[in-house]
């Protein structure tokens, strides 16, 4: 069975400070990894994703991650936060081997201070 | 492009009631997962469902049910409705094909069981 671990359940950055969010995985075969971010009463919305491209992966709002194998870990980076990046986010991985299944870890809520 | 539309967005029932979610998936999209989001589980996979056959169930009691209509809106139903089913239930879609990268969520409805 697949999982994930978010090291951290809450994080605070100053404004203009880089953001960084981590995330460890355990699977058996090549991975499909996502990171999504939730905004208070709204569904999920995914930033970026890994499918076993390129192993920096760029996503939405200046956010990136990078796919290291040797660590089995996708952690989620932003050079410089902002205010409107105050939000929880969920590092997901995807189990093909049934169905489309997403796993998810138990998410980083992430504040940002003035 | 329509995006992911549940309904209702808020529920408020009791205790040994059933209720039912609506789900209407991208335009296009045949696969469609549920998960359900508590404070306490985090994000839990219910099933999912891809042309009108569930392809694939979490581990939840029978009470949680669903099915998916022949134009890819799907159902899902929780009868004898328990406290512990309070949550935000989320809907996403996907073309369904196992190499997808990754599913568009809907707002989600939010469960209240008095």
């Known amino acids: 069975a697949q999982s994930v671990t978010q090291l951290g359940s809450h994080v605070s950055v100053s404004e203009g400070a880089l953001v960084l969010l981590r995330c460890n995985y355990s699977s058996s075969v090549p991975p499909y990894l996502f990171w999504y971010v939730q905004y208070p009463n709204q569904g999920l919305q995914l930033l970026l994703k890994y499918t076993s491209a390129a192993t920096l992966v760029k996503g939405i709002n200046g956010f990136e991650a990078e796919f290291k194998k040797s660590e089995t870990s996708f952690h989620l980076t932003k050079p410089s936060a902002h205010m409107s990046d105050a939000a929880e986010y969920f590092c997901a991985v995807q189990d093909n081997n049934a169905g489309n299944m997403l796993t998810f870890g138990g998410g980083t809520r992430l504040m940002v201070k003035p | 492009k329509a995006g992911v539309t549940q309904t209702p967005r808020y529920l408020i029932k009791t205790r040994g009631q059933q209720v039912t979610l609506s789900c209407s998936p991208i335009?296009?999209?045949?696969?469609v997962s549920w998960y359900q989001q508590t404070p306490g589980q985090g994000l839990q996979f219910l099933f999912e469902?891809?042309?009108?056959?569930?392809?694939n169930k979490g581990n939840f009691p029978g009470r949680f049910s669903g099915r998916q209509f022949s134009n890819s809106r799907s159902e899902m139903n929780v009868s004898t409705l328990e406290l512990g089913d309070s949550a935000l239930y989320l809907c996403a879609s996907s073309s369904g094909h196992r190499d997808n990268y990754g599913y568009t969520f809907g707002s989600g409805t939010r469960l209240t069981v008095v």
């Open positions: 469902y891809f042309s009108e056959t569930q392809r």
């Open positions: 335009s296009g999209h045949r696969s």
